[in-house]
Every structure is written in structure tokens, then in C-alpha cells.
């Protein structure tokens, strides 16, 4: 279940109009696809609960698996999040 490191926080910022991800060093700001995955991102879901959240919100998109899975990896070697 994916789940942000400690010292990390995602928000809505309105001054770069997009999602962000704030922590001690820093701010990333995210795309429109990121944000929308890491907005899933709670501690509780499965990765395949947040694929599954995404599909159905994103019908247009067709699977998803793949490319959440892919962007969640990217995200936990970027040190954003942990994957257990």
C-alpha cells in the first residue's frame, strides 16, 4: 500500500495553480496525471485499489495499470513514498 514518507505533504497549491508535493527541502510541482494519481495516495488503498479509483474516474484513459504502476515506482525512487 503506497503511502507518503514522513515529512512529506500533498496539496492543492493555488499559486502554481497545480498539485504540489511539499517537504523539508523543497516542493515538486506535479502534472496534471501525477497529481491525480498521488490524490489516491491515502495509506489504506492497494496499488490496484488506486488503479481501479483512477479507471473509473478516467474511463477515457483505458487501463491504467501500467502507467500508475510505473509513475508509483518512479515516485518511491524518487523517495515521495513507500510501497509495502
Do not use: C
Request: charged letters at 20%; zero cysteines; glycine letters at 8%.
Amino acid at each position: 500500500m503506497p503511502k507518503f514518507r514522513p515529512g512529506f505533504r500533498f496539496q492543492w497549491e493555488p499559486a502554481q495553480n497545480a498539485h504540489v508535493l511539499l517537504y523539508p527541502e523543497g516542493m515538486v510541482r506535479l502534472n496534471e496525471s501525477a497529481g491525480a494519481i498521488l490524490a489516491e495516495v491515502d495509506g489504506q488503498r492497494s496499488v490496484a485499489d488506486i488503479v481501479a479509483a483512477l479507471e473509473q474516474r478516467f474511463p477515457e484513459a483505458g487501463p491504467l495499470a501500467d502507467d500508475v504502476t510505473g509513475f508509483l515506482q518512479d515516485a518511491e525512487q524518487q523517495h515521495w513514498i513507500t510501497l509495502s
